[in-house]
């Protein structure tokens, strides 16, 4: 749930092959055959976190290489801390090894932690969490939190900052992420402009880790996945973190990891343009490194439909997080408002998979979206991924 600029509370491989008849073997009739993946890419359409694939450099942090978290731990006259910073630090730690493993390595949480307690200037219940938090009064935490902590802490090499509460902070209750204004002075200490920040709340404790993982990605751009209105969980269900963190199988999606450079751009299996046609694709698991990661066919402007593979890990429910995920991207749709929707369903026999049947298709099955002219076909499953089919049936719509 990023803080937007004035109201946070709105924003909490087989080888491929075409049916078309195939152009001269030259590199530039390869390249005809076979669109880039660029030519998927979407561009961002909301002017915030989007499933675009333009993220402003400035507004946003990059999600690659070594980026230096600063933890300081805060608490407050009406709730003072009596126990050590030490638990909320393991709390919170396996968050970068998660973000490490789902970035294929990518990207490294270098974090340090404070020892000590900062004491805030104002009772927790000063700062307005529970009657709605606007932009200029999150920020106001953000610099008293970290005013308080820069006697004993240096902010001059952080990369963003990391707000834990004392656990008795009751009306603190969630953690919302911090996007710095660029037309505004912010919040500076030891010469270093604090731009991104996540100010954790007691929902860190119902969470765990992964919490760290969702608002750290809107630093990275991406926007929530999960309903501000209605079902809460209908869009994407556990699918990806940026939904519901606690979810069966919350891996970024292989959309979110090309977006953020994870992924490359030779991973990705593209259908886009003019032309009918078709390419049969084999997809490694978005869990592990390696191999193509999905195939996207690009169905619009803003628009594209995805089909990556997914294997359940640990205790995961199977065969509900196992097979391909196919789902619609819409790079023009707003954060909370369903910007990317799982296509639900299974083959006729398939056990249920919850109530909101968000689970992964298995061999035999097969989606069609005659509006768009796409088909998906699931051929073939196994130990280390799947087979899918991509086809375009006609032009697309302009």
């Known amino acids: 749930m990023p803080t937007r600029l004035r109201l946070l509370a709105t924003v909490l491989a087989l080888t491929a092959t075409l049916t078309a008849p195939a152009p001269a073997a030259t590199a530039a009739g390869r390249a005809a055959a076979h669109p880039a993946a660029a030519d998927c890419a979407l561009a961002g359409r909301t002017g915030w976190t989007d499933e675009g694939h333009d993220t402003d450099p400035v507004q946003f942090q990059p999600a690659t290489g070594t980026r230096r978290v600063l933890t300081i731990f805060v608490d407050f006259p009406d709730a003072p801390a ?13 968050a970068a090894g998660w973000l490490r493993t789902a970035s294929y390595g990518g990207l490294r949480l270098d974090v340090t932690a404070s020892r000590r307690w900062a004491r805030m200037p104002q009772a927790s219940t000063a700062y307005g969490f529970q009657r709605g938090l606007s932009f200029e009064a999150h920020e106001r935490y953000l610099r008293d939190a970290i005013a308080a902590a820069d006697p004993y802490e240096d902010f001059s090499s952080a990369d963003m900052v990391y707000v834990v509460p004392v656990r008795t902070a009751t009306a603190i209750p969630f953690s919302p992420t911090y996007l710095f204004d660029p037309a505004t002075a912010g919040v500076t200490a030891d010469g270093r402009r604090i731009k991104w920040a996540v100010t954790f709340g007691q929902d860190m404790w119902r969470w ?3 919490v760290a993982a969702h608002e750290t990605g809107h630093t990275f751009g991406l926007p929530d996945l999960y309903a501000f209105t209605g079902e809460t969980h209908g869009f994407v269900g556990g699918w ?9 199988a919350p891996q970024y999606l292989g959309w979110h990891s090309w977006k953020l450079g994870w992924t490359r ?21 978005v869990e592990r490194p390696g191999g193509t990661k999905i ?4 169905t619009g402007p803003t628009t594209a439909y995805v089909a990556e593979s997914r294997r ?5 429910p199977a065969p509900c997080s196992t097979g391909v995920l196919i789902y619609k991207v819409d790079s023009a749709v707003a954060t909370g408002e369903g910007p990317v929707r799982v296509i639900g369903g299974r083959p006729p026999g398939a056990p249920p998979c919850g109530p909101l049947d968000l689970a ?8 069609t979206d005659p509006a768009t002219g796409t088909r998906i076909e699931m051929l073939a499953g196994g ?3 799947d087979v899918v089919r991509v086809t375009r049936l006609a032009t697309l719509p302009r």
């Open 82 to 94: 009596t126990e050590p910073t030490a638990p909320y630090a393991a709390h919170l730690a396996p």
């Open 383 to 385: 130990r280390t991924g």
């Open 295 to 298: 195939a996207v066919v690009r």
């Open 265 to 285: 751009d030779d991973q990705v299996a593209c259908l886009a343009g003019p032309r009918a046609g078709s390419r049969t694709v084999r997809l490694t698991p």
């Open 312 to 316: 359940a890990a640990g205790n995961d």
């Open 240 to 248: 990806d973190v940026m939904g519901h963190i606690a979810g069966a």
């Open 208 to 210: 765990g880790h992964k």
């Open 360 to 367: 992964a298709r298995a061999p035999g099955d097969t989606f």
